[in-house]
């Protein structure tokens, strides 16, 4: 019977480590996948901007088409206050020009059908305005109207308004419109934290250029008004974007039962038939662990494209091939495909390293060496991991993505240490297991609030378990080769 060593001792490793062409070519072709990766959905997926200044855009002028009076918007200004109650007051002050201009300053009743059909057409900022007026001051058109819920109170005084970062579980992004916005907070407040792309004053807020694209998925959306600029109101300014970034985040905790369900499920088979594997031939432990893999990705890609489309058969296999990529490049299983593999099989060096110095030596020696060397560092590892997580969920400034990037590598890591650990008896099994099992748990979190494309079936619940696959794929390769090393270090002594 073929041994497990077979399966590392090849000539590839050696020729992949004499060949610096070969490693260049593998780094590059890691760093583009991962790149790819970490891009997931394409961009096309989302709607257009949607202007926060409404009747300051070109819809105003195409609503008043629609009623047979030529205007034109020649300048305006939006200014929000938000009262302590959270609900912003909004006027929007839009100065026009054309004929229908004293059509709109002497028909009230034509001029508020015309700024509410604005609204009701949908696609922009505030889709329901509250309290609604329209007038004229001689060729200006003023719009008033109220947006209740646009901020919060949260520990500290401070008001955090959160109203272009996420909306209901919809995220949004805009175009100002207007030529220029101003938000004031309540009386008696001060900024404490704005958007990169704007201009901070003592009590307000002030955003420029019409046209100005403004992404909400970040943290930089969030505007706070604190009761001072001292030590205290910065920290409650930074809990409160903390808070409400992971109350968002927590909708998606939705993403983390299937994938957790499947590592469970994986670590307590390795337990129960785990020490199976290292009399296994190379072609049966590949076929174990290759073979579910291959049967998933072409039946989650035919399932995908027979729902979804009904058109020629040839855009029935493109469609096929996208939802294979998809299932690969976009849940995070590309990632840990190309970059986890080869980690694991660094930790697989080093290990066999460790365990081939120290042969000879006595048991408890060795032990000590393969602790210091490999365990100890990678339960650091998951320490830090985990000791690092509240600073994801808070989603702090952007470093929730790194965060989830290096977290989808991490638990392919953890098999074998977990395998080592289990054969010695040690309780240090127990970290491994938990960072294996409730690894989808950073992942989803640090990715969170969910803004990639679902898939035909709608499969948001399941868009990690690809991912969770490639991880207990590898991870089960590890494993064997942890009992490995420790049956190696047995018959050494």
């Known amino acids: 019977m073929e041994s497990l060593d077979s399966i590392y001792e090849v000539p590839i490793m050696g020729k992949f480590e004499n060949n610096v062409v070969l490693r260049g070519v593998l780094v590059t072709a890691l760093v583009v996948a991962v790149l790819v990766s970490a891009v997931g959905t394409p961009v096309d997926a989302r709607p257009p901007p949607q202007p926060v200044c409404a009747v300051c855009s070109d819809r105003i002028v195409e609503a008043g088409a629609e009623e047979g009076l030529a205007i034109d918007v020649r300048d305006s200004s939006l200014t929000v206050r938000i009262d302590q109650s959270g609900t912003g007051h909004w006027t929007a002050r839009v100065d026009l020009a054309g004929s229908g ?9 034509l001029r508020d059908r015309i700024v509410n059909r604005v609204y009701e057409r949908g696609d922009v900022a505030v889709t329901k305005p509250q309290s609604l007026t329209t007038s004229m001051s001689e060729n200006t058109l003023v ?13 500290g005084d401070v008001y955090v308004v959160d109203f272009f970062y ?7 992004w805009f175009y100002l419109a207007a030529d220029s916005m101003t938000m004031y907070g309540p009386p008696g407040t001060v900024v404490s934290h704005a958007p990169a792309d704007a201009t901070p004053d003592d009590h307000a807020v002030t955003w420029v250029e019409s046209d100005q694209q403004y992404d909400p998925l970040n943290v930089r959306s969030h505007v706070v008004f604190a009761p001072n600029t001292g030590i205290g109101s910065s920290v409650a300014t930074a809990f409160g974007i903390g808070v409400d970034v992971a109350h968002e985040k927590a909708g998606d905790l939705v993403a983390v039962g299937a994938p957790l369900a499947l590592l469970a499920a994986v670590v307590a ?7 199976r594997l290292a009399g296994l031939p190379r072609s049966q432990l590949l076929a174990i662990v290759l073979g579910p893999l291959v049967a998933v990705g072409l039946t989650a890609a035919t399932v995908e494209t027979l729902v ?10 493109g469609d096929f091939l996208f939802y294979l990529i998809y299932a690969v490049a976009a849940t995070g299983a590309g990632p840990v495909f ?5 980690l694991v099989v660094g930790q697989i060096l080093l290990a066999r390293r460790v365990i081939n110095t120290n042969t000879g030596t006595a ?14 560092p990678a339960a650091t590892v998951l320490s830090g991991q985990w000791l690092l997580f509240p600073l994801a969920a808070a989603g702090a400034a952007g470093y929730d993505t790194v965060y989830g990037l290096v977290s989808l590598l ?11 650990t289990r054969r010695w008896g040690t309780r240090l099994h127990l970290p491994f297991t938990a960072g294996i099992v409730l690894a989808p748990i950073p992942v989803v979190v640090a990715f969170a609030p969910h803004t990639g494309m679902s898939l035909v079936i709608e499969s948001f619940p399941f868009l990690y378990v690809p991912w969770a696959l490639i991880v207990a794929g590898i991870g089960t390769l590890a494993y064997a080769s942890g009992l490995r090393l420790v049956a190696s270090e047995n018959r050494g002594t």
Request: proline share 7%.
């Open 101 to 109: 201009v004293d059509v709109l300053r002497d028909d009230a009743s």
């Open 166 to 172: 996420w909306n209901d579980g919809d995220s949004r």
């Open 269 to 275: 088979l390795l337990r129960r038939f785990g020490h």
């Open 338 to 342: 190309l970059l986890g593999g080869p």
């Open 363 to 376: 048991g408890f020696a060795e032990m000590e060496a393969v602790t210091r060397q490999l365990l100890l």
């Open 143 to 155: 719009v008033e109207y109220e947006v209740p819920g646009m901020a919060h109170e949260s520990a």
């Open 308 to 317: 979804g489309i009904s058109g020629p058969v040839t855009e029935q296999v």
């Open 410 to 420: 991490l638990p392919a890591l953890y098999f074998i240490p977990l395998a080592v």
